[in-house]
T-cell receptor, first 114, second 114 residues
Framework: KNQVEQSPQSLIILEGKNCTLQCNYTVSPFSNLRWYKQDTGRGPVSLTIMTFSENTKSNGRYTATLDADTKQSSLHITASQLSDSASYICVVSDRGSTLGRLYFGRGTQLTVWP | EADIYQTPRYLVIGTGKKITLECSQTMGHDKMYWYQQDPGMELHLIHYSYGVNSTEKGDLSSESTVSRIRTEHFPLTLESARPSHTSQYLC?????????????FGDGTRLSIL
């Protein structure tokens, strides 16, 4: 069964600190892995997309890594800011159909305290 | 910032009413999607479209229907709302070409059926 599991479910950190969010997946055949940020009451916004051949990709203070062999990804946030408080969603796409079916994790709820 | 708009943002309405949730995008994207999201849960695909006059049901069974008469417009309709339809509905779009293209999401409609 194709699944995407994220950990931790929630996380609280102090402003300025770093943190790492985890994503494990069983989706096969694999096409790409995406990280989205969803602010409360808003739609998800894409942070990174990585294909099989990419093992790291950065977007400002966000750095995603991918290990396609172990089917694991992480999202590292550096020097956190209050505006980083949001849900971070891991999404994996398969290449078994023209649609490129997306499998969504339940997200990690990050809270940054001042 | 993606140009995809959903209206209304919030809707509280009684059981049995007919509801139409609007979604419009100005990016010329051929692919459009409707997702349902409950608190703390993953997004579930309920409808998608490859282009004008193309609509398909997603993975999650839904009593809603959709239409795609114009590229930019993808409304979702509930003929007779019930309390079980209470949820957040997110619309998204992506270009026709390239499975590694991100989906751009609207900010959603939070629907409450009394």
């Amino acid at each position: 069964k194709n699944q995407v599991e994220q950990s931790p479910q929630s996380l609280i950190i102090l402003e300025g600190k770093n943190c790492t969010l985890q994503c494990n997946y069983t989706v096969s055949p694999f096409s790409n892995l995406r990280w989205y940020k969803q602010d409360t009451g808003r739609g998800p916004v894409s942070l990174t997309i990585m294909t099989f051949s990419e093992n790291t990709k950065s977007n400002g203070r966000y750095t995603a890594t991918l290990d396609a062999d172990t089917k694991q990804s992480s999202l590292h946030i550096t020097a956190s800011q209050l505006s980083d408080s949001a849900s971070y969603i891991c999404v994996v796409s398969d290449r078994g159909s023209t649609l490129g079916r997306l499998y969504f994790g339940r997200g990690t709820q990050l809270t940054v305290w001042p | 910032e993606a140009d995809i708009y959903q209206t209304p943002r919030y809707l509280v309405i009684g059981t049995g009413k007919k509801i139409t949730l609007e979604c419009s995008q100005t990016m010329g994207h051929d692919k459009m999607y409707w997702y349902q999201q409950d608190p703390g849960m993953e997004l579930h695909l309920i409808h998608y479209s490859y282009g004008v006059n193309s609509t398909e049901k997603g993975d999650l069974s839904s009593e809603s229907t959709v239409s795609r008469i114009r590229t930019e417009h993808f409304p979702l309709t509930l003929e007779s709302a019930r309390p079980s339809h209470t949820s957040q509905y997110l619309c998204a779009s992506s270009p026709a070409t390239g499975v590694n293209q991100p989906q751009h999401f609207g900010d959603g409609t939070r629907l409450s059926i009394l």
